[in-house]
């Protein structure tokens, strides 16, 4: 298989290989296989989803990759802190309905 790739794309793959030590090809194989095998999890927990729940998701998704390209993403830390809260806040309401 022969795959062509736009030379803005190639540009940056080389520098990244290069800053890495490592050849491009290699990167791209790393790259796809990570992509496919990340697909193939996603496939497996929609396999019984409705057409709405998938479009959700696919919404939900794209949502957070234009977060991404406008640099509103936070770190692990805060990321943390948020979901903290939100175990905090789901316990005190189970305890106070019971």
Do not use: C, N
Not at 47 to 52: K, L, P, V
Not at 66 to 72: I, T
């Amino acid at each position: 298989m022969e795959v062509h790739i736009a030379p803005d794309l190639q540009e940056k793959l080389e520098h990244s290989a290069a800053k890495q030590g490592r050849d491009a090809d290699e990167l791209v194989q790393e790259a796809l296989a990570r992509y496919l095998a990340d697909e193939e999890r996603y496939l497996g927990y929609a396999e019984g989803w409705t057409d709405d729940e998938r479009l959700a998701a696919m919404s939900h998704i794209e949502e957070g990759f234009l977060q991404a390209e406008r640099g509103e993403l936070i770190d692990g830390d805060q990321a943390r802190r948020e979901i903290q809260v939100l175990q905090d806040a789901w316990r005190q309401q189970r305890q106070s309905a019971r």
